[in-house]
């Protein structure tokens, strides 16, 4: 599975269900459930479903600012893109993995059923 690495404001919003759309400046092909990792954290908090990567214009991000509550002028990116998100799952307990030195977005998890078990129950617990 692999790990997204998130500010841990914005990983709080995600997982709570807060915050379907995760904003970035490139596409992603991946989709499928992913570790959200807290930036700095060398924790996995839970998971989500990648379902969709959709490219933003100016009124896209104006009138879907209730999935992403990021303001436009915060926003450095040429074209930024919703890494759309669904059923997020909370860990009752982070679990820890090895960081990569140089490792920024993505994280390749090792193997470990812990992460693919849910635990708790989705949104806020």
């Avoid at 570790?35 to 060398?42: L, T």
């Avoid at 997020?88 to 993505?106: D, F, L, M, S």
């Amino acid at each position: 599975m692999d790990g997204l690495i998130i500010k841990p404001n914005w990983a709080d919003m995600v997982l709570s269900g807060i915050k379907p759309w995760e904003i970035r400046g490139s596409r992603t092909h991946k989709r499928g459930t992913i570790g959200i990792i807290k930036s700095g954290s060398g924790l996995v908090y839970g998971t989500a479903n990648l379902v969709d990567c959709i490219p933003l214009t100016m009124y896209e991000w104006a009138a879907n600012k209730d999935k992403h509550h990021v303001d436009y002028v915060d926003i450095d990116y040429k074209t930024p893109y919703a890494w759309v998100m669904q059923n997020p799952v909370i860990y009752p307990e982070p679990i820890p993995y090895k960081h990569p030195q140089g490792a920024v977005i993505w994280v390749k998890l090792p193997y470990n059923p812990e992460l693919l078990q849910p635990q708790g129950g989705g949104k806020g617990e």
